[in-house]
Nanobody, 117 residues
Framework: VQLVESGGGLVQPGESLRLSCAAS????????MKWYRQAPGKGRELVAT????????TYADSVKGRFTISRDNAKNTVFLQMNSLKFEDTAVYYC???????????WGQGTQVTVSS
């Protein structure tokens, strides 16, 4: 089982980034996918969730209207489009997979997003 995040980096406030998480080793289309983040010295925060079909999404209030979660079940990949980035979005972003029909809970290794001027 692997969840491999990519797309992080250093950007200025107001800029955009698109994170990707490539999944393998399990049935991606039967998984609810989530993005979490953890800022230095803080706990892990749920950022966005997408249903197995992509038909339902939810967001943390702090990112609503700026971030968009999406998925491509044909490519076993989930995305997080992040626009209008703020200093407070700086964190390590993690991809998470939750099984629908089987009780699994998988995590990626994280990708660093730094928003700095």
């Amino acid at each position: 089982v692997q969840l491999v995040e990519s797309g992080g980096g250093l950007v200025q406030p107001g800029e955009s980034l698109r994170l990707s998480c490539a999944a393998s080793g399990f049935t991606f289309s039967s998984s609810v996918m989530k993005w979490y983040r953890q800022a230095p010295g803080k706990g892990r925060e749920l950022v966005a969730t997408i249903s197995s079909t992509g038909g339902s999404t939810t967001y943390a209030d702090s990112v609503k209207g700026r971030f968009t979660i999406s998925r491509d079940n044909a490519k076993n990949t989930v995305f997080l489009q992040m626009n209008s980035l703020k200093f407070e979005d700086t964190a390590v972003y993690y991809c998470n997979a939750l099984g629908i029909h089987r009780p699994y809970n998988y995590w990626g290794q994280g990708t660093q997003v730094t928003v700095s001027s």
